[in-house]
């Protein structure tokens, strides 16, 4: 665990890379809160293909609670897309999902890849521009009830 050095009211938060089956189920835990009952997307379009072995997450705890996940995969050799950035209605506006992304980006470059891809919430652009991702052009991608556009960031 990484511990990002920021306390919180029930204790400090720490950065999990989620490589057994009970730290994923961390992620899986935001996802369904944050994503499935919030926004009442069905389970079977929150975890999609992408759910699978090679999929890495990182989970951000409070007090060892799950309160922020990201999960990427490889697309190619040197490209990863990143993607179901989540963080727990209670816990919005702190910058977490800021250092859920950075986590990711870490691990990213150690495992040598140079380019990540995401396709960012139209409303939520600017969260990933503030981050150094930009815009690849101005196709609106429809992913299940949201607009998406496609943005990626050179690394390594």
Known sequence: MLDTGKDSVMGQFEIMRAEEEWQRAG????????????????????FDEHDKEGTRYIVLLD????????????????????????????????HLGHDVVRGAEQWIVELGYREIIIDSR???????????????????IHSGSFDCIRMRKFIG
């Open 27 to 46: 992620a899986y835990s935001v996802r369904i809160q944050g994503m499935n009952r919030q926004h009442h997307i069905s389970l079977r379009d929150e």
């Open 63 to 94: 007090d060892e609670y799950p309160i922020a996940t990201c999960r990427f995969y490889e697309q190619d050799s040197e490209c990863v897309v990143l993607g179901r950035v989540v963080v727990l209605p209670e816990y919005r506006g702190k």
């Open 122 to 140: 139209v409303e939520v652009i600017s969260f990933y521009e503030k981050l150094g991702y930009v815009c690849v052009d101005d196709s609106v």
